[in-house]
């Protein structure tokens, strides 16, 4: 298939996956700002903890007035999602905060578990690193398959490196951390890599919504480096030529489907393969520019 064929179909897909489902919903709002969205099911739902929150408009739900700090909603919240994820609503239970806040590295809102941040659509950060290899005939990436328990996207190709920032966290040492816990990356190797974009992934999802900003990396590792992962999380990786990679990315289901997020941050290095064909680079880098800006 030509470059030009690829980049259609992989245009395609994110035009279907990224396409928003039209519908109402609810703003939570913190100091009249929103903190997270969410279908009026969810907010109904929520609304339900009275303690916690209160529905001041069919498209408005605030924390109670006697919530006012970060401190006292993020511990009210703690009993709130305890209990949606014993009535099964929220993916698995993983005990790392994320903070919500106005702006990433801004002092939070207040603190949420990680496996209820698509529930209440609230916006997460994610730092992401394309393991790549100069080889005697070109360019390879390293691709990761996600261990088949996993809560979210079980099985899918992957990053070599991928994570959420967890609150009081930075993107330096996500990237060192998770470089190391899914790839046996040393830190000293794992900080060599470079930012190149960020990108801002926002879509509909069976858990709520994916509002989710991501600080891409590229990462050049030595030839004779051989990844190995720590934590479980991924099945195995593999060096796939750079070549290969765009059939990679235009398919959205079967064993060789690679994540959403992890498509788009791949992609990143594909647009800038120096002998792309100028319609197809043109097509991708129209693709990036639409998940580039961050509202």
């Given at each position: 298939?030509?470059?030009?064929?690829?980049?259609?179909?992989?245009?395609?897909?994110?035009?279907?996956?990224?396409?928003?489902?039209?519908?109402?919903?609810?703003?939570?709002?913190?100091?009249?700002?929103?903190?997270?969205?969410?279908?009026?099911?969810?907010?109904?739902?929520?609304?339900?903890?009275?303690?916690?929150?209160?529905?001041?408009?069919?498209?408005?739900l605030q924390f109670v007035p006697a919530l006012a700090s970060a401190v006292d909603r993020s511990a009210a919240l703690v009993p709130v999602t305890q209990t949606l994820a014993a009535e099964g609503a929220l993916t698995a239970w993983r005990d790392e905060p994320y903070a919500v806040a106005p702006a990433f590295g801004a002092p939070a809102w207040f603190r949420l578990e990680r496996a209820a941040a698509r529930y209440f659509g609230v916006r997460t950060h994610a730092a992401h690193v394309n393991g790549l290899v100069r080889?005697?005939?070109?360019?390879?990436?390293w691709v990761a398959r996600r261990s088949p328990t996993k809560a979210i996207d079980p099985g899918m190709l992957d990053n070599l490196v991928g994570g959420g920032i967890a609150a009081g966290t930075s993107v330096a040492r996500t990237v060192a951390k998770e470089s190391w816990e899914e790839a046996g990356i040393p830190a000293a190797l794992a900080l060599r890599a470079q930012p190149t974009a960020i990108l801002h992934v926002v879509r509909d999802i069976p858990d709520g919504i994916q509002d989710e900003v991501i600080f891409v990396h590229d990462l050049w590792l030595p030839s004779a480096f051989t990844p190995v992962n720590q934590d479980g999380e991924a099945s195995g990786q593999r060096q796939h030529p750079l070549a290969a990679v765009p059939a990679l990315l235009a398919e959205s289901s079967g064993d060789e489907a690679m994540t959403v997020d992890a498509s788009l941050v791949a992609l990143t290095v594909v647009a800038r393969t120096p002998d792309l064909d100028p319609e197809a680079r043109a097509v991708l880098t129209a693709l990036l520019r639409d998940v580039s800006r961050v509202a």
């Open positions: 298939m030509s470059s030009r064929a690829l980049a259609a179909r992989i245009r395609d897909r994110f035009a279907q996956a990224l396409a928003r489902i039209p519908g109402p919903e609810v703003a939570l709002r913190v100091d009249g700002r929103i903190a997270g969205r969410l279908a009026p099911e969810r907010a109904a739902r929520l609304a339900a903890f009275s303690d916690t929150f209160v529905r001041t408009r069919a498209d408005t080889t005697g005939a070109g360019v390879t990436m």
